[in-house]
């Protein structure tokens, strides 16, 4: 008993049904038309081309095992994909793709979000540039420059809070429009992203939602972290990332960790982050710190002498939203208490400032607080002298760096004159023999982690 192509396809779907979520079935596979079957090739229509690569993707090997089981070997299956209402597989261009979008209302509210969550007043000239963040921000105006057409695709940053990564993709967006005023760009978060999805699922519009992309030049979503363990959103990020990826359209990605940390994520979206570029941005230095308090005084017209800001610099060392927080303290203390901003005012924000942020030690107070006690200036840390008392002082520098801060040993040599791993390793075991076997020695580290662990460092005012 022969069948016809609807009827070959009925049975298909009597067979994939029983084995995907009744979601999956509605978005996925009541949309297919059966068209023709020639030859024990069965042509299918599909909406549009996304459409077909997520069948493709996703459930070629079901559709397949589902006609083999009715039409036995030789099967194949053709696809016929709708554009503007006409049948088409080659040349849809993006011309006949917007009338179609722009006659479905689910669209126009998408298109109301291009380029609009874009912070103008994030650019690449007012972001300080320093040995923490150079990687991240040279790589963003790259892919600012030539979205999608360099080897920065994806373009990933991550970081901890308020460092810079939401300046640096506001950046990137205000650079790309400068460049180019059509460009598309979506900016959005991962909370957001998924709640446009679930509404999509719900709505029954997922394949809507997922070919609007086609419209998107440039992608970026923060918070990337927030996809842990939301298997059905990773799934639909997935297929958007590869249709965007193969049409050389720009990913950029932001996550509070590097992507092989974060758990939950599925092994396959991992592998993609890996394509592009990930970069890092570190705390700042010293000396970005005291650059990012000139501009942010300067932008705000408070006007302070270069002892205050190195001794806020020194100081606070943890985020540059903290510097922000204790100059925005400085400006209110000194307007409403009308006190002229000076070291002692300075050192009142700060230690009750520093109350309220975690207090961290920075390598450059580690340094500062040991040539202190030592006498000796910061710089013959990095010096190739064998002195006695700059070697012992450079070694007691490199032993509370690897206690008291995260750095690797790599980050460590890098700051005490590019010294190798193995040298650091060293200072840090010399120092911990002296501990054992020199009482005098031990009196003397206690001293320093006392002042490190205690107190800020005390400029004389």
């Not at 459930?59 to 070997?73: C, K, P, R, S, W």
């Not at 209402?85 to 669209?107: A, P, R, S, T, V």
């Not at 509070?256 to 974060?262: A, F, N, V």
């Not at 942010?296 to 020194?314: C, M, Q, T, V």
């Amino acid at each position: 008993m022969s069948f016809s192509y609807k009827e070959i396809w009925d049975r298909c779907l009597d067979e994939i049904r029983c084995k995907v979520d009744d979601r999956s079935f509605k978005t996925w596979f009541i949309p297919i038309k059966p068209v023709n079957l020639k030859s024990k090739i069965l042509t299918i229509r599909v909406p549009n081309k996304f459409f077909f690569e997520w069948i493709e993707d996703n459930y070629i090997d079901m559709v397949g095992t589902a006609l083999f089981n009715q039409l036995g070997e030789g099967v194949g299956l053709q696809y016929q994909i709708v554009v503007a209402d006409h049948k088409d597989i080659e040349g849809n261009n993006k011309h006949q793709l917007e009338l179609k979008m722009k006659d479905n209302l689910y669209f126009r509210i998408f298109e109301e979000d291009f380029n609009t969550a874009i912070n103008k007043n994030y650019t690449f000239e007012n972001f300080i540039e320093g040995s923490c963040n150079n990687l991240a921000r040279n790589a963003a105006l790259a892919v600012s420059k030539n979205p999608g057409k360099t080897a920065f695709n994806p373009l990933i940053i991550h970081s901890g809070v308020g460092l810079g990564k939401t300046h640096l993709i506001n950046a990137i967006g205000n650079q790309v429009i400068n460049l180019n005023s059509d460009a598309r760009i979506i900016l959005t978060n991962t909370e957001r992203f998924t709640n446009q999805i679930i509404k999509a699922l719900r709505d029954n519009t997922i394949y809507e939602f997922i070919s609007s992309f086609q419209l998107v030049d440039v992608f970026i979503i923060d918070d990337i972290q927030f996809l842990e363990d939301r298997t059905k959103t990773q799934e639909i990020f997935f297929n958007i990332f590869n249709f965007l990826h193969q049409r050389e359209k720009q990913v950029i990605i932001t996550s509070d960790k590097s992507p092989m940390e974060l758990k939950g994520i599925q092994e396959r979206l991992i592998s993609r982050f890996k394509w592009g570029l990930i970069t890092d941005i570190q705390k700042p230095d010293l000396e970005t710190r005291i650059k990012i308090l000139e501009s942010k005084a300067s932008r705000d017209e408070l006007h302070l002498p270069d002892e205050i800001l190195n001794f806020i610099g020194y100081n606070v060392k943890g985020s540059i939203r903290d510097l922000e927080g204790v100059l925005i303290s400085l400006s209110a203390h000194s307007t409403l208490t009308r006190k002229k901003i000076d070291l002692k005012l300075t050192n009142e924000i700060v230690e009750k400032f520093s109350d309220n942020i975690k207090r961290e030690i920075s390598i450059e107070n580690i340094q500062k607080v040991v040539c202190d006690h030592f006498n000796i200036p910061v710089e013959k840390l990095s010096s190739k002298t064998r002195k006695r008392n700059i070697v012992v002082a450079r070694q007691l520098a490199i032993y509370f760096s690897k206690n008291m801060t995260e750095l690797s040993l790599k980050e460590i040599g890098r700051h005490f004159g590019e010294r190798d791993h193995a040298t650091v390793l060293h200072s840090i075991k010399t120092v911990r023999d002296l501990i054992q076997f020199e009482p005098m020695f031990i009196e003397t580290v206690t001293k320093l982690e006392h002042k490190l662990e205690n107190g800020l460092i005390k400029i004389e005012y």
